[in-house]
């Protein structure tokens, strides 16, 4: 469990080491999405709406694992579409971007529409990204331990 009294203490330290994770994170999200991260947000506002609900009841708590679950498929018709305008409400993104970046997302490959309005992120993105992910994890765990390291360190002096 994290200690918050002790992460306040030094909070200038965490404040820093967070800081740069986070610079170095959207940097490479930005380069990822060829300096669009607008199309990042709301891709990933997507993907999370779709299948949020069906990871938490059924996906983390699988015995076989949720990657399993989803090579079989079995996550796509739990999957709950969400529209321009309720990613909008959500990011703060005007409505007319959101629905310029939903037309670029689609024509990639990385949304489909199941219907008027109401969007599914494919398979895509997951396996574009994969390799993205895995290093943000490594640099995520890398900051997440030199800040612990660092505070109980100083906690101990």
């Known amino acids: ?4 009294r002790k992460m306040r203490q030094h909070h ?4 820093y080491v967070l800081g740069r994770f ?4 959207f940097i490479r999200v930005y380069k990822a999405f060829d300096g669009d991260l607008t199309a990042a947000i709301v891709l990933g506002t997507i993907g999370q709406y779709n299948y949020r609900r069906y990871y938490a009841e059924v996906g983390a708590k699988a015995a076989e694992g949720f990657h399993q679950l989803a090579e ?5 018709p739990h999957a709950r579409p969400c529209n321009a ?11 007319e971007t959101v629905r310029r970046k939903i037309r670029q997302l689609v024509a990639k490959g990385w949304l489909r529409k199941a219907g008027p309005d109401k969007l599914i992120v494919t398979s895509l993105p997951a396996r574009h990204f ?10 995520f765990y ?6 612990l390291r660092l505070v109980e360190k100083r906690s101990q002096s």
């Open 142 to 147: 890398s900051a997440a331990h030199e800040i």
């Open 72 to 76: 079989r498929g079995a996550h796509l």
């Open 12 to 15: 200038l330290e965490v404040t």
């Open 85 to 95: 305008m309720s990613i909008s409400l959500s990011t703060g993104i005007p409505r």
């Open 130 to 139: 994969a390799e993205f992910d895995l290093e943000t994890l490594e640099h």
């Open 22 to 25: 986070m610079t170095e994170h």
């Open 1 to 4: 469990m994290l200690d918050k």
